[in-house]
């Protein structure tokens, strides 16, 4: 069964830095947009970064620009966010999410109620 598995989340002080991996089972990468997203308490998911496998074409919410980087590694099948400065207001539920109906990076972002399949997602907790 084709499914994507996040880890990596945890506990961080203000200021710090976390790496969340996202891996295909049963599946590869190629062809596919990938995307993490983030749910905080009582807000709505939205899109943090989506990487498109084919071109390389990346988008950042404005929210995290200059502080989380997205990246793949091929031979693990896996994209990583290497998140960086992080901030309380980073907190939340982060899920990865991976299609291959043809959205670009950006309108898969910035429609998460567009994805069908998600991981079971890990916790980032940034303390102040």
């Known amino acids: 069964q084709e499914h994507v598995v996040e880890s990596g989340g945890g506990l961080v002080q203000a200021g710090g830095s976390l790496i969340l991996a996202c891996t295909a089972s049963?599946?590869?990468?190629?062809?596919?947009?990938v995307g993490w997203f983030r749910q905080a308490p009582g807000k709505e998911r939205e899109g943090v970064s989506c990487f498109d496998i084919n071109d390389y074409n990346t988008y950042y919410a404005d929210s995290v620009k200059g502080r989380f980087s997205i990246s793949r590694d091929i031979a693990k099948n896996t994209v990583f966010l290497q998140m960086n400065s992080l901030k309380p207001e980073d907190t939340a539920v982060y899920y990865c999410?991976?299609?291959?109906?043809?959205?670009?990076?950006?309108?898969?972002?910035?429609?998460?109620?567009?994805?069908?399949?998600w991981g079971q997602g890990t916790q980032v907790t940034v303390s102040s």
């Open positions: 999410a991976a299609d291959g109906r043809g959205f670009s990076a950006k309108d898969l972002c910035t429609e998460p109620e567009s994805v069908d399949s």
């Open positions: 049963g599946f590869t990468f190629d062809h596919y947009i």
